[in-house]
């Protein structure tokens, strides 16, 4: 059973920057690829960035691109994402979610696995 736990959410003023952590309890980290959503009040969850299992490759949400970075630590079993430049429009529930040897993508379906969330609130 693949267990995902994100921390580092926070409040946090326009232009200022977060890292937001998530933690995978499985034998073999490597296996997966991994991806950021948020879900905003009101808003259908969206994809922010993903990145494929090596860490060799990642994909980004036009609106974040330039502003967040996803990185991983295969040794720590441990995703990130940094982000910076924050927006109030960033403001949302972030779900960290992997997937099983297969390529990172755009698409929740895709994902079998799924964190709780951590929440991001940007004033302005």
């Known amino acids: 059973q693949v267990q995902l736990v994100e921390s580092g959410g926070e409040l946090v003023q326009a232009g200022g920057s977060l890292r937001l952590s998530c933690a995978a309890s499985?034998?073999?980290?490597?296996?997966?690829?991994m991806a950021w959503f948020r879900q905003a009040p009101g808003n259908e969850r969206e994809f922010v960035a993903a990145i494929s299992g090596s860490g060799g490759s990642s994909i980004y949400a036009d609106s974040v691109k330039g502003r967040f970075t996803i990185s991983r630590d295969n040794a720590k079993s441990t995703v990130y994402l940094q982000m910076n430049s924050l927006k109030p429009e960033d403001t949302a529930l972030y779900y960290c979610?992997?997937?099983?040897?297969?390529?990172?993508?755009?698409?929740?379906?895709?994902?079998?696995?799924w964190g709780q969330g951590t929440q991001v609130t940007v004033s302005s």
């Open positions: 979610a992997a997937r099983f040897q297969s390529p990172g993508t755009r698409w929740s379906s895709d994902y079998g696995y």
């Open positions: 499985v034998r073999t980290f490597s296996n997966y690829a």
